[in-house]
């Protein structure tokens, strides 16, 4: 049997799941007035499309990722020098600003008019043309034009970037994530198949893989694959031979790979290190590829890793669409390359032992001081300050033909609310009047904060602003 997983919030029949329907659209900005401001470029709201939020805005110019002190930063620069250290092909782009056109994060790599990753549930809008980009793919075309326009002869690059995604809200989602993306590119030499030597491209392709395969296998950490390499329901562009794709494919999993291996590594040593009962510690680490779906990749993985007890997705990749080469200026035939997305968030939680995504945005000095550049440590909890919980329960309004909402809006105004007080926002009870029909859903809100206590004063004051907010936005019937 085929297993495609659909990624990237391919899952269509996941959204009306978490629909409702409300009278009044979530609007911040609306009255359509008030100008927003991001990164010092003043953009005009649109009251059918703006849902990013000031809370959302204040996070835009953080850049984690270019800290040396801070975990993100240095998972980041430890990858950069490891892709790097094959054959120092990638050229790292870490400045890309967080606003880009629905072009850029959408069109240009495909994206059907209609995919749900599109949705203003998923995705922060600063207008009907811009949002903040929900994946550093947005940037992909840009740096493959670039390639091309000859501004750098690197034949690979790396962008490492803040996305933004509306998300539900628990100890390991955050709206604001980080990901690298790498890019690989061989030009290929066509006149040579018209005569009996191997084209240029293919001995180079068969070098560079030979480079990789070499320092995979000197690794310490041994990484078992599980790789179905067949294509059944997961078909080749049809330019390209079977020998190229079999050998970029190649070349774009050990790539992956090598990095997974050297970074797990360093995590399975310090745990030798400091655990008493060291043998029960792996000394190889278990991934598999599986099949994937993104629209300017064919064909497309995901890989997991086996990672105390369950399968971790760290990456989405596959063989980049002719389309994308194209638009970048390249002849058609001319180019043949690889794409990853890789998230770096989930790898430095495990790697560092972060307990809860919202330290990574905490300014408290007693986070931030634990880390310092290019090693990995284990993070020691400094305090944990007690959570307090409080439920919200409200009828949904009934009315037909109305706007449809979704679980994302009450993470929004929840967030906005309380900021990162919030430790999680869970639903636990829902129901069905039996005689009126209407719809009663409960919310349970758990507050607390990273670094100090909280009053019952506070809470009840965030509470109070949520309920108020829901009522006033989405026309609830509060309980
Ligand atoms: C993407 O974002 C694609 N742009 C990846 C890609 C690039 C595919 C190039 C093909 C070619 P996806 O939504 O699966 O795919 O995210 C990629 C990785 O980001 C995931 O594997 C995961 O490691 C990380 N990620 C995704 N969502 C979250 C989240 N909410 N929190 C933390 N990490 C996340
Ligand atoms: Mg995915």
Not at 18 to 44: A, D, H, M, P
Not at 159 to 181: C, G, K, L, N, W
Not at 221 to 232: C, F, G, I, N, R
Not at 241 to 267: A, G, M, Y
């Amino acid at each position: 049997m085929l297993h495609i997983k659909y990624t990237y919030k391919y899952m269509a029949s996941r959204i009306p799941l978490k629909y409702w329907c409300s009278q009044v659209c979530s609007r911040l900005y609306s009255n359509g007035s008030k100008i927003i401001e991001i990164g010092g470029k003043k953009y005009q709201p649109d009251g059918n499309f703006t849902n990013v939020t000031p809370s959302m805005i204040s996070l835009t110019g953080r850049s984690l990722h270019l800290k040396d002190r801070h975990p993100v930063g240095i998972l980041r620069d430890a990858i950069e020098n490891k892709l790097n250290s094959t054959d120092n092909a990638f050229l790292a782009y870490n400045t890309y600003k967080p606003v880009v056109s629905t072009y850029e994060n959408f069109d240009s790599l495909g994206f059907p008019k209609d995919h749900p990753g599109r949705s203003k549930s998923d995705t922060y809008y600063v207008n009907s043309k811009y949002l903040l980009r929900t994946h550093t793919s947005a940037h992909e075309l840009e740096c493959f034009a670039k390639a091309k326009s000859g501004e750098t002869n690197k034949p690979g690059f790396l962008i490492s970037a803040d996305v933004y995604r509306r998300d539900e809200i628990d100890r390991t989602h955050y709206p604001v994530f980080h990901q690298m993306e790498g890019c690989r590119i061989w030009n290929r030499d066509n006149t040579a198949y018209t005569s009996n030597v191997e084209p240029g491209h293919i001995t180079k392709m068969r070098e560079d893989l030979k480079k990789l395969e070499q320092q995979l296998h000197q690794q310490q950490t041994k990484v078992v694959v599980e790789d179905d390499t067949s294509l059944d329901g997961n078909p080749k562009q049809n330019y390209m031979t079977d020998l190229e794709v079999d050998l970029c494919s190649k070349h774009l999993k050990r790539s992956i790979e090598l990095v997974i291996s050297d970074v797990f590594h360093r995590k399975l040593e310090s745990l030798r290190k400091t655990n008493k009962d060291a043998s029960e510690i792996p000394t190889e680490l278990q991934v598999r590829w599986i099949k994937a779906y993104f629209p300017w990749t064919a064909p497309s993985w995901e890989i997991e890793v086996w990672w105390q007890g369950e399968w971790l997705e760290l990456c989405g990749c596959g063989l980049v669409q002719e389309d994308v080469l194209k638009k970048a200026g390249y002849a058609p035939d001319s180019t043949i390359s690889w794409a990853f997305g890789l998230g770096l968030d989930r790898i430095a939680m495990l790697l560092f032992e972060i307990p809860d995504i919202r330290l990574f945005w905490t300014q408290d000095e007693r986070f931030q001081k634990q880390f310092q550049k290019g090693i990995i440590n284990t993070f020691k909890p400094y305090s944990k300050y007690p959570s307090t919980m409080r439920d919200v329960a409200f009828w949904l309004p009934q009315t037909e033909n109305v706007e449809k909402i979704h679980e994302n809006d009450l993470m929004e105004i929840v967030r906005n609310a309380a900021g990162d007080l919030v430790e999680s926002v869970k639903l636990v009870d829902e129901f069905v009047h039996p005689k009126s029909g209407k719809k009663s859903l409960c919310y349970r809100i758990n507050y607390q904060s990273m670094d100090r206590n909280l009053t019952n004063n506070e809470i009840n004051a965030l509470q109070e602003e949520v309920r108020n907010e829901l009522s006033r936005k989405y026309n609830v019937h509060l309980r």
